[in-house]
């Protein structure tokens, strides 16, 4: 009996450390943290000349002033109105994406940024990286590995953003 109980005291009391806890991230928290845009970008409003009074522009800058104060269901609302007068306007088109992904509306986000993401012009680049956001947000590892490997190619400004959220990828696979 004293055996067992001297066994059982060792037993309890060694000095083997336990395994170290390691803090795992689920991959849904990895996913969350991915599609967070910390800041969107920023708009730098330019001055309306004379000429420049037509509708389109009218609520182009209207919602770019939505945009800039935060307000994204509004200014999603007043660059629809601009995109019904001027459906060309490139502008109106990359920033009503963001606006969708800001208010968690991934696939309409997706729908606008695509627009843009096929074409050679100014906003190719942030629209592959803000759509492989949204894809994120939709957990769609494979279409948001795309949209990264498309913003990489480009060597835009997100580029070295765009290769780490890979290496992240590789390793929830």
Same mark, same amino acid.
């Given at each position: 009996?004293?055996?067992?109980?001297?066994?059982?005291?060792?037993?309890?009391?060694?000095?083997?450390?336990?395994?170290?806890?390691?803090?795992?991230?689920?991959?849904?928290?990895?996913?969350?943290?991915?599609?967070?845009?910390?800041?969107?970008?920023?708009?730098?409003?330019?001055?309306?000349?004379?000429?420049?009074?037509? !509708?389109? &522009? %009218?609520?182009? @800058?209207?919602?770019?002033?939505?945009?800039? =104060?935060?307000? $994204?269901?509004?200014?999603? +609302? !007043?660059? &629809? %109105?601009?995109? @019904?007068?001027?459906?060309?306007?490139?502008? =109106?088109?990359? $920033?009503?994406?963001?606006? +969708?992904?800001?208010?968690?509306?991934?696939?309409?986000?997706?729908?606008?940024?695509?627009?843009?993401?096929?074409?050679?012009?100014?906003?190719?680049?942030?629209?592959?990286?803000?759509?492989?956001?949204?894809?994120?947000?939709?957990?769609?590892?494979?279409?948001?590995?795309?949209?990264?490997?498309?913003?990489?190619?480009?060597?835009?400004?997100?580029?070295?953003?765009?290769?780490?959220?890979?290496?992240?990828?590789?390793?929830?696979?």
């Amino acid at each position: 009996m004293l055996v067992s109980a001297v066994f059982l005291y060792f037993f309890r009391h060694s000095t083997v450390p336990d395994r170290p806890r390691l803090a795992v991230e689920s991959q849904a928290q990895i996913l969350q943290q991915m599609a967070l845009v910390q800041e969107p970008p920023a708009f730098v409003a330019s001055p309306a000349g004379a000429g420049e009074a037509d !509708r389109a &522009e %009218e609520k182009f @800058q209207q919602g770019m002033r939505e945009y800039s =104060a935060g307000s $994204y269901p509004e200014a999603i +609302l !007043r660059l &629809e %109105e601009a995109l @019904q007068v001027d459906p060309e306007n490139m502008a =109106a088109t990359f $920033y009503l994406g963001v606006c +969708l992904l800001m208010s968690d509306q991934p696939d309409k986000a997706i729908a606008q940024l695509s627009k843009l993401a096929t074409a050679e012009n100014s906003y190719a680049h942030e629209s592959h990286w803000y759509s492989a956001k949204a894809y994120f947000r939709k957990s769609d590892l494979g279409a948001a590995r795309r949209e990264l490997e498309a913003a990489v190619a480009s060597g835009g400004m997100h580029a070295p953003e765009a290769r780490k959220a890979l290496e992240k990828i590789d390793v929830l696979r």
